[in-house]
Nanobody
């Protein structure tokens, strides 16, 4: 089993910045893709950014230029830097990883518990 612990959310004024963290622990041999999703009130969960083990990144068009995803493979941790926050960024942010427990085994999908980001003056 793999556990994901997220941190870094909170209340921020428009234009501010936040850095979210998500640390994975447990029976991990390797982690391929790490990602951040978000779910705003009354809306479906959406993918905002992904990063592969090699460092390749992808972003949703709606957040390009303001969000940066990064990872520390030694710490099994993924980060999301959010700049120029807008009220529409208000959501619960979830991290997601595909982790393999040992060599030769396909990865399983794991979710964090979510961290609330609220952008308001």
């Amino acid at each position: 089993q793999v556990q994901l612990v997220e941190s870094g959310g909170g209340l921020v004024q428009p234009g501010g910045s936040l850095r979210l963290s998500c640390a994975a622990s447990g029976k991990i041999f390797s982690i391929n893709v790490m990602a951040w999703y978000r779910q705003a009130p009354g809306k479906e969960r959406e993918l905002v950014a992904t990063i592969t083990s090699g460092g390749s990144t992808n972003y949703a068009d709606s957040v390009k230029g303001r969000l940066t995803i990064s990872r520390d493979n030694a710490k099994n941790t993924v980060y999301l830097q959010i700049n120029s926050l807008k009220p529409e960024d208000t959501a619960v942010y979830y991290c997601n990883v595909v982790a393999s427990p040992r060599a030769g085994v396909l990865g399983f999908n794991y979710w964090g518990q979510g961290t609330q980001v609220t952008v308001s003056s």
